[in-house]
């Protein structure tokens, strides 16, 4: 396929108008046959990548049925998110491990959507009063023999794991879960910025949907923001659905960190994609009013998004985050935080090619084009 016409993603130079050839799954020098698609006026970026989600259209992916997590699969690339890392929650270890069978079940049947790449456990390992809507139930001190366990359920594909590093045995929690292949993630955590700082040190280099969920950004007292500034090789997230994070502090984030950082998430849950009403969510209920979603009777603390990251990458932009910025925190930045910007992220030759054409004037959805095939 030659994808021509288009003003295409670059990761050092913004938006280049080029051609984007495919030859298989792959972008290559020349295409592999005489398919073109006319991507005259429009932008041309890489399939975006959500490492932070937990489901969409009345499915969540903690709820471990086959069926569902195919029907989040299929309604995500369709919002042009290509390749998928979604996340469990604070739940008892029988059902992490069958959600976590369920995503290498999953992967190995192949059966189209967008790509399960990995999975993220958001929880046990978190801390009480910062919980959120996790069920405190079933918090769980650092156990790595645990996580070794899911891991195996997994075969292998867990790629990230949240963490609250004030826990007990968090530092060698860390070194363990690299040696599994896995990414510690910062959050859901009250940490000092000492300990926050440790943590990152011994090895842990992602931040969980920063701001929220953890303590602010004070001058004698930064916390784990601070602490995820001071350490370079750490990738903060953001949940950018215009609710979580005030626009102010989403354009803050970008200058403090810079584009090299950045990671835009969506958090999303089951009613992504759905009407307002309530649903369960984590063995408790959520209230979904517009774009905001609440635990049920407690207005105050939000549960996660209903908005896809297709949505949350064109609030960025209204909220002033330059388009190629907002587009590279959504697909090579998450890629890379769980290691596979080699294969996906860019549109650069050798990857696959997976790419979304966009309208110029509101960013909506042309077309979606899946590992050299149109969807
Ligand atoms: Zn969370």
């Known amino acids: 396929m030659r994808i021509s016409g288009g003003q295409v993603f670059d990761l050092e130079e913004g938006f280049v108008l080029r051609e984007v050839c495919t030859d298989g799954p ?26 932070h989600f937990h489901g969409c259209v009345g499915e969540d992916f903690s709820d471990a049925d086959p069926e569902g997590l195919q029907r989040i699969a299929d309604y995500e690339l369709s919002q042009g998110v290509t390749y998928i890392c979604p996340a469990g929650m604070t739940l008892p270890e029988e059902q992490l491990t069958a959600i976590c069978r369920t995503a290498a079940a999953h992967r190995a049947q192949n059966a189209g959507g967008a790509e399960v790449v990995g999975a993220h456990l958001e929880g046990p390992f978190l801390c009480e009063a910062k919980k959120g809507a996790q069920n405190g139930a079933y918090l769980h001190d650092p156990d790595a023999a645990m996580l070794q366990r899911l891991q195996e359920a997994a075969e292998g594909c867990v790629r990230l794991v949240t963490l609250a590093p004030e826990q007990p045995g968090s530092v060698e929690f860390i070194r363990a879960a690299a040696e599994m292949g896995i990414h510690v993630s910062v959050g ?43 350490v370079s090789s750490v990738l903060p997230e953001l949940i950018c659905d215009g609710i979580h994070v005030h626009g102010s502090a989403v354009r803050a984030a970008f200058r403090l960190f810079g584009k090299e950082r950045m990671i835009l998430v969506s958090d999303s849950l089951r009613a992504t994609g759905m009407p307002d009403g309530e649903y369960p969510f984590g063995g408790q209920m959520i209230e979904v009013h517009g774009n905001r979603a609440t635990i049920l009777g407690h207005p105050e603390t939000l549960a996660g998004s209903v908005t896809s990251l297709m949505g949350c990458l064109r609030q960025a932009v209204s909220f002033g985050i330059p388009l190629a910025d907002a587009v590279r ?22 990857k696959e090619a997976s790419a979304v054409l966009l309208d110029p004037k509101d960013l909506s959805i042309r077309a979606v084009v899946f590992k050299g095939q149109r969807m």
Not at 26 to 51: H, Q
Not at 332 to 344: F, H, L, T, V
């Open 26 to 51: 792959l972008i290559a020098a020349e295409s592999g046959d005489g398919e073109t698609l006319d991507a005259s006026g429009c932008y041309v970026i890489p399939g975006l990548v959500d490492v």
């Open 188 to 230: 859901h955590t009250v940490a000092g910025y000492e300990t926050a700082r440790a943590a990152f040190e011994a090895g842990a280099d992602h931040a969980t949907h920063l701001f929220n969920a953890m303590p602010p950004f004070a001058h004698r007292d930064p916390g784990v923001i601070g602490a995820a500034f001071d």
């Open 329 to 350: 925190a959504s697909t090579y930045n998450p890629a890379r935080s769980i290691g596979i910007d080699g294969r996906i992220g860019s549109l650069d030759t050798g």
